[in-house]
């Protein structure tokens, strides 16, 4: 049973930064590509970014590009999306998973809250 344990959310102000980590138990990730999505208040679940297994692809929304970077330590089975220059429009709850997403390794997600 893969168990995705997203963390480092939080409130922090317009530009400010984050960084968030999704913690892999279960089994290894290391040989799939892996993704983090958004789910704003009253909106869907919607794609941010993803990494390929070896790390040396990442893809992301245009929303995030040039503020947002997604990396892996497969080492670690972890996923890491460092969010800089936040915007009140990237407040959200912030998911991880497999890319493209697989239904039954939806975890709880962090929240993030950015201030204007």
């Known amino acids: 049973q893969v168990q995705l344990v997203e963390s480092g959310g939080g409130l922090v102000q317009a530009g400010g930064s984050l960084r968030l980590s999704c913690a892999a138990s279960?089994?290894?990730?290391?040989?799939?590509?892996m993704a983090w999505f958004r789910q704003a208040p009253g909106k869907g679940r919607s794609f941010v970014a993803d990494?390929?297994?070896?790390?040396?692809?990442?893809t992301y929304t245009n929303s995030v590009k040039g503020r947002f970077t997604i990396s892996r330590d497969n080492a670690k089975n972890t996923v890491y999306l460092q969010m800089n220059n936040l915007r009140p429009e990237d407040t959200a709850v912030y998911y991880c998973?497999?890319?493209?997403?697989?239904?039954?390794?939806w975890g709880q997600g962090t929240q993030v809250t950015v201030s204007s």
């Open positions: 279960g089994r290894t990730l290391s040989s799939y590509a």
């Open positions: 990494i390929s297994w070896t790390g040396g692809s990442t």
């Open positions: 998973n497999t890319s493209p997403a697989t239904q039954a390794y």
